[in-house]
């Protein structure tokens, strides 16, 4: 396996060439659209033929899908997971379970022909579609809610053949925090009993005592002892109403590894990887700018097709570049090969159990080959 990165004058046959292996190969695994045309910085994977998939990753992998996902890219990732997060299962504050809005079953059923666990998501959304804390607040404090969503969530596992649960709660209250290790711990222990693991979703905090409503309601120590894994939601510093900036920039990615294995062993830490990137119009104003969300590899086709170079940040260990359309300057900031391949050398430097891939709807399928060599 290689990473090559495009350079002046280089054509897709003779990187080929000069690596000895079929210009059709380097096509399909980088995605390439005709006529295959190159950008300068762009990054290749690069593989001999009988390596399309290696015997890793080393660690665990999970992947979050909703059940509108291409039933054509979620069969070409199931190889490459351990676990698909169906996401997402909702509740009223009754404790009633509220099923995603399209059909998951056919889902579930793809995940375990390929040996992958399909995991039940369960996230507090409200009606307006977003997290809701008050929502949190009403269950986890009220044991008849809370016993009834446990009763349903078990009755679900086993009406669809869930092998695991996910809870997903953000922007929990402070004055809810303990409230809810109790909630997890509660849920854990009736899920256990059917011979499954309970995972959690934590916010990437850098300390114990960091304040803002995305982390004072979760405690690290508390949550990692009870939960079989955590995933660490190392990404969106770069998102959609921020500056342009590295979604997952690893020098703070580090920051929240390092913080969490103080707290949580880290065999039971999950990295959460982005499978995406932002596209900016500049300039950025706060409160007007948008950003668009752009898959990995449509971000490398609109760099060839704006003629715009792929530039690397070493700090952030990202690709971003600027193009200008219809007289306004975009910056995109995106993930490629490299800023992949240090995310697993991440993994593995901290000994963490996995990676959690937010999310999967986009084919990346250069990614997967490389992570299956790890």
């Known amino acids: 396996m290689a990473i090559y990165v495009v350079e002046q004058g280089d054509s897709v046959n003779s990187i080929a060439a000069k690596y000895g292996v079929l210009p059709e190969t380097i096509i399909y695994d980088n995605q390439l659209i005709p006529p295959y045309n190159l950008m300068v910085g762009q990054a290749l994977l690069i593989r001999e033929e009988e390596q399309a998939k290696g015997s890793g990753p080393s660690f665990y992998v999970g992947g979050y899908a909703y059940p509108y996902i291409n039933a054509w890219v979620l069969e070409q990732t199931l190889p490459y997971l351990d676990y698909l997060y169906v996401f997402s299962y909702g509740f009223t504050e009754e404790g009633n379970l509220i099923p995603p809005a399209l059909d998951d079953s056919w889902m579930i059923s793809f995940a375990k022909d390929s040996a992958t666990a399909p995991v039940l998501v369960l996230t507090p959304f409200g009606p307006d579609g977003n997290f809701n804390n008050a929502l949190i607040s009403a269950v986890v404090n009220n044991p008849s809610a809370r016993e009834n969503l446990k009763n349903q969530i078990i009755a679900k596992i086993e009406e669809k053949e869930f092998e695991g649960l996910d809870i997903d709660f953000e922007y929990i209250l402070a004055e809810d925090r303990e409230a809810f290790v109790d909630f997890v711990a509660y849920m854990k222990a009736a899920v256990s009993e059917l011979g499954y693991p309970v995972s959690v979703a934590l916010a990437p ?52 590894v390092e913080y969490a294995i103080t707290e949580i062993p880290p065999e039971k830490i999950h990295l959460g990887v982005p499978n995406y990137g932002y ?61 992949m391949q240090a995310t697993f050398d991440l993994i593995k430097e901290y000994g963490l159990r996995g990676a959690g891939y937010w999310n999967i709807m986009r084919l990346f399928r250069a990614n997967w080959i490389l992570l299956s060599h790890n």
Do not use: C
């Open 279 to 339: 596209d900016w119009p500049l300039p950025f104003v706060k409160g007007t700018t948008k950003a668009e969300t752009i898959g990995n590899v449509q971000a490398v086709e609109r760099a060839v097709e704006y003629g715009a170079p792929i530039r690397f940040d070493e700090t952030a260990r990202s690709p971003f570049y600027l193009y200008e359309r219809e007289d306004t300057m975009h910056e995109v900031w995106f993930e490629d090969v490299r800023s």
């Open 205 to 256: 905090k850098t300390s114990a005592t960091q304040t803002g409503l995305l982390y004072e309601g979760k405690d690290y120590p508390a949550l990692g002892a009870i939960a079989d894994y955590v995933l660490l939601m190392t990404y969106e510093w770069g998102y959609t109403y921020g500056p342009p900036m590295a979604v997952a920039p690893l020098n703070k990615v580090r920051e929240v």
